[in-house]
């Protein structure tokens, strides 16, 4: 039986698995950091400074990077910042912390708008080639995207769930140290924590070491079958030295917030981050570690990550039957509900249904909150994509630094009163922007505004099929 696969979705399908790779480290050590780097907050404030270097580097470095080098290029570069990262937890302190946060920050924000920059170019090229709209496809291949890449959170927990799994240190939570868990952490007791053990060296080695030598595979990965669709305007770019090209890119993502829906949807955007770095700062600390211990931190996160892997793919198909309106107020009360109940919930082992039952809807609502605001970007700012997604990033980022910026000053009943403010704002200054773009409909990109791609590279990467013979 033959099988056809177009170009561009082997395309879509090398990204997804490359940040399948990449993050399965970087996400499980995300969700570990609270909990592995407890004493004085040193890793809560690790990632308060990668979301603050992601702030800094989304000013400039998007738009110059994939000018200059590609998106290919800049994801495989991008990629390596994360790498050091996971070096420096081999030898966490002060110093080594902080110098690979920054580093990983100064990568985030090229890695990602380089991503969401290909997968919109993709979605375009193939909608003007085959005369379908470039905003579904753009739709789908970010839920294709985000299927895939939400996995990485179930293989990177599962690793570490496995293998701290292995610890003699493991404890059951004495009854008196529960009183501590859930809103009852505040100013008082932030230093309680009812199962906060810290797994022996050489476990915490190994699964390093592990999540080194996945990294390290996803940039040979990337580099070595991801084709480079905008190396024309790559080359163009390097061609002309003029100061005026310099500077216009370089303030690209500035001028890009005079429009004001970009300025509209900063709240939802923000949000993204304070939802995640929610659920990986203060859940996982002051419900899991706290009730049940580290070692379950990874098998909860995999609940969260599969459910976000499989309402994402739904979603990316969803949304062209549904619109995208539908699917943010499902997700907006689906956090409200989460919220809610984590206010009234005291967490205790005996329960421990409830704490995978809220990992999964905050996978159903996260889903909503990445694919559909990607995708969003992607269509309003067509024409401007590198400074979009670098103002995605800069923004969402922003939301995770104030997040763990008052993480240990402040109750946790209080972050979830903030949180539930900026949610009920995202949603109002979101729906407006939808009631805008239905008065006044962003005009379809054309083929011409896209990277300007050779015509003998849209020929290669758009029409060529990739033709695969297997056997019945």
Not at 106 to 128: D, E, H, V
Not at 240 to 245: A, D, L, M, P, V
Request: glycine share 8%; hydrophobic share 45%.
């Amino acid at each position: 039986m033959k099988k056809i696969i177009s170009r561009t979705t082997k395309n879509v399908l090398v990204v997804s698995f490359g940040f399948l790779l990449l993050f399965t480290a970087y996400g499980g050590l995300q969700s570990l950091q609270s909990s592995l780097n407890a004493e004085d907050g040193m890793g809560v404030i690790s990632l308060s400074v990668i979301y603050g270097a992601i702030i800094l580097s989304s000013m400039f470095l998007p738009p110059i990077m994939i000018k200059n080098l590609g998106c290919k290029w800049t994801i495989v570069i991008s990629m390596g910042c994360y790498v050091a990262y996971s070096f420096g937890n081999l030898a966490p302190g002060w110093a080594s912390l902080m110098t690979t946060s920054a580093i990983l920050g100064m990568g985030g924000s090229p890695l990602w708008s380089a991503k969401c920059t290909y997968l919109t170019i993709s979605g375009n090229m193939r909608g003007q080639k085959h005369d379908k709209k470039g905003q579904d496809l753009i739709n789908q291949y970010f839920g294709i995207f985000f299927f895939i890449f939400q996995s990485s959170g179930v293989w990177g927990n599962l690793m570490s769930s496995l293998i701290f799994g292995q610890d003699s240190n493991i404890v059951e939570v004495p009854e008196e140290n529960l009183q501590f868990c859930g809103v009852a952490t505040c100013l008082d007791n932030f230093t309680i924590i009812g199962n906060s053990t810290r797994p022996a060296r050489h476990l915490v080695n190994t699964l390093l070491g592990c999540y080194i030598g996945v990294g390290v595979l996803a940039m040979i990965f990337v580099a070595a079958f991801l084709d480079n669709i905008d190396q024309g305007l790559a080359k163009e770019f390097r061609k002309n030295k003029g100061n005026e090209s310099f500077c216009s890119t370089f303030l690209a993502t500035f001028k890009l917030l005079r429009d004001p829906r970009l300025l509209l949807l900063i709240p939802l955007t923000m949000y993204s981050g304070f939802e995640q770095s929610f659920l990986s700062g203060e859940f996982t600390k002051n419900y899991v570690t706290c009730a049940l211990g580290i070692h379950y931190v990874g098998f909860v996160m995999i609940c969260f990550a599969a459910t976000n892997s499989l309402c994402s793919f739904a979603f990316g198909r969803l949304a062209e039957y549904t619109g995208r309106i539908p699917l943010f107020c499902l997700a907006a009360l689906t956090n409200l509900g989460c919220f809610v109940g984590l206010l009234f919930w005291e967490p205790h082992p005996n329960q421990l249904p409830v704490f995978f039952v809220i990992p999964a809807l905050w996978g159903l609502a996260d889903a909503v909150w990445q694919t559909q605001t990607n995708a969003l970007y992607g269509i309003l700012f067509a024409e401007n994509k590198e400074a979009a997604f670098a103002n995605y990033r800069m923004w969402e980022s922003l939301g995770f630094v104030i997040a763990f910026a008052y993480s240990t000053f402040i109750c946790l009943s209080t972050k979830i009163y903030i949180a539930l403010a900026v949610l009920a704002l995202s949603m109002v200054t979101y729906l407006y922007v939808e009631y805008k773009e239905y008065k006044h409909p962003t005009p379809p990109v054309k083929m011409e505004d896209l990277h300007k791609p050779e015509k003998a590279d849209i020929k290669e990467l758009d029409d060529k099929d990739i033709i695969s013979q297997t056997q019945m």
